[in-house]
């Protein structure tokens, strides 16, 4: 199985500020047939499904925010949010879909500072 | 609009079994991969198994494997999951999702998720 690695486990950002989550998998998520990382992101709030935010790496889901952005390619992926808003404050979950199972992050959790 | 609308979970003793379904609608659901994945209380989210369009192709993790079975009725515009041998681990969430585009990828719609409790 591909293992995703994301870090740091936990995140306390101030509001306005940058918050940078790192992801890591086990073995690349490139496929070079279509130049694409099939890595997704998402965002889960107390009660709630998780949200897509972004896949392919970075193609961001329509009506999220662009304070929002994901990058990285092959085993290194980032997701940053460039100026904090109270209504970030989740669980983010990266996840691979190259290769089954399609297994999730362990999960960052976002909070204020 | 998309809804997917999970049901079936509950309490269940170990050793249970309990058959989920989740009803599709807004979307033409014999073209979509669907998926279960779930959540146990305070843990992350663990991907249990997929279905084609058709059927005809089926996936499962390990943790399940040998024990659940996916199916789907695609004139019922419904998605089943079937679980066996029931431990205090299947405790969790159980959603369904639907990938963005027919075929697999990303989880773009979900449902609100359908709690199965295994305890004696």
């Known amino acids: 199985d591909i293992v995703m690695t994301q870090s740091p486990d936990s995140l306390a950002v101030s509001l306005g500020e940058r918050a940078t989550i790192n992801c890591k998998s086990s073995?690349?998520?490139?496929?070079?047939?279509?130049?694409?990382?099939?890595l997704a992101w998402y965002q889960q709030k107390p009660g709630q499904p998780p949200k897509l935010l972004f896949y392919?790496?970075?193609t961001r889901e329509s009506g999220v925010p662009d304070r929002f952005s994901g990058s990285g390619s092959g085993t290194d992926f980032t997701l940053t949010i460039s100026s904090l808003q109270a209504e970030d404050v989740a669980v983010y979950y990266c996840?691979?879909?190259?290769?089954?199972?399609?297994?999730f992050g362990q999960g960052t959790n976002l909070e204020i500072k | 609009q998309v809804q997917l609308v999970e049901s079936g979970g509950g309490l269940v003793k170990p050793g249970g079994s309990l058959r989920l379904s989740c009803a599709a609608s807004?979307?033409?659901?014999?073209?979509?991969?669907m998926s279960w994945i779930r959540q146990a209380p305070g843990k992350g989210l663990e991907w249990l198994s997929y279905?084609?369009?058709?059927?005809?192709?089926?996936y499962y993790g390990d943790s399940v494997k040998g024990r659940c079975a996916i199916s789907r009725d695609n004139a019922e515009k419904s998605l089943y999951l079937q679980l066996n041998s029931l431990t205090a681990e299947d405790t969790a969430v159980y959603y369904c999702?639907?990938?963005?585009?027919?075929?697999?990828?990303?989880?773009?719609?979900w449902g609100q998720g359908a709690l199965v409790t295994v305890s004696s």
């Open positions: 279905i084609s369009g058709s059927g005809d192709v089926v």
């Open positions: 073995q690349s998520v490139f496929y070079t047939s279509n130049n694409k990382s099939y």
């Open positions: 999702a639907r990938a963005a585009v027919p075929g697999v990828g990303a989880s773009l719609y």
């Open positions: 996840q691979q879909y190259f290769r089954t199972p399609y297994t």
């Open positions: 807004g979307f033409t659901f014999s073209d979509y991969y």
């Open positions: 392919w790496a970075s």
